[in-house]
């Protein structure tokens, strides 16, 4: 899918994926299957929230310590903080967010908030997890990254990719800049 927006997978994190032929036959779980959706969103509400707060250079004492904190917030289990703890370490190390770790704050935009005017009129908003500027010649302009713990990115990547292209248009229009998306799965 050619789409304009870079797609970057880094790590997973889950029991496997879900059985869809079950679910269609009705062969299913349900509190089992919800127990999975809720520590899924625990589990992104945890990531997510860790990389908003910590520094883009985090010793994994550092992210250990901002994870103790957040997953008590968000009533994350021992194995989820600790799963939280690998995923943020790998991540912080991913080119991308080595390259963002490398700007000036001035260039630098975490879960910032968003409003976009279509041309219809609607008013888009939404929160960019992570954009970034930099002004080398061949990599001038911003890079919009929107963080993605799906297990099963495949479900939603049509979802993902419209979301993170308004992103982008939504920093590019104003500041008049070329604005790359990436979704990075984490």
Do not use: C
Not at 83 to 102: D, F, G, K, Q
Not at 103 to 119: D, K, M
Not at 162 to 183: C, E, H, M, R
Request: overall charge negative; cysteine-free; proline content about 4%.
């Amino acid at each position: 899918m050619d789409d304009g927006v870079a797609r970057d997978e880094l790590l997973g994190f889950g029991e496997g994926p879900v059985d869809h032929a079950a679910l269609a036959a009705g062969i299913f779980d349900a509190p089992a299957l919800g127990a999975r959706l809720q520590a899924a969103r625990r589990f992104g509400a945890l990531v997510h929230g860790i990389l908003a707060v910590v520094d883009l250079n985090a010793t994994p004492k550092e992210i250990g310590a901002a994870t103790r904190i957040h997953g008590r917030l968000v009533g994350a289990t021992e194995p989820e903080m600790d799963a939280a703890v690998h995923t943020v370490i790998a991540a912080l190390a991913h080119p991308m967010m080595r390259r963002a770790a490398s700007v000036a704050a001035s260039n630098l935009r975490r879960e910032t908030p968003i409003l976009l005017r279509q041309e219809d009129g609607t008013l888009l908003e939404g929160v960019v997890d992570l954009a970034f500027r930099e002004e080398a010649a061949e990599l001038a302009g911003w890079t919009v990254v929107d963080f993605k713990t799906d297990q099963e990115i495949e479900l939603r990547q049509a979802e993902y990719t419209t979301q993170v292209a308004l992103y982008a248009d939504a920093i590019g229009k104003p500041t008049n800049s070329s604005v790359t998306g990436i979704l990075l799965v984490i």
